[in-house]
């Protein structure tokens, strides 16, 4: 895993804004900066899947799509209880 001055000095090597970066994967920068100085917990959602992607924590970024069907085939309760 990686820290955020890391993470930092990573797009500063390849020339990267952060800025680009969220954009192209569909985040705001704030968010991406929000995740950067620690001021979210990156348990679930968007915060997760940044901090997964950047290697600031281990985990999956999986697709909200595909585990619901998962979860529809083996009991539709429980993909009920995630779509709401």
Request: hydrophobic fraction near 35%; charge should be positive.
């Amino acid at each position: 895993m990686k820290t955020p001055e890391q993470v930092r000095e990573e797009f500063d090597r390849q020339g990267i804004s952060i800025r680009n970066w969220a954009k192209f994967h569909g985040y705001t920068a704030a968010l991406v900066y929000q995740v950067l100085k620690g001021n979210k917990p990156c348990r679930i959602g968007m915060s997760h899947e940044i901090a997964v992607r950047l290697g600031l924590k281990d985990g999956v970024v999986s697709d909200p799509q595909k585990l619901t069907n998962t979860l529809s085939a083996e009991s539709p309760e429980k993909a009920e209880a995630i779509t709401g």
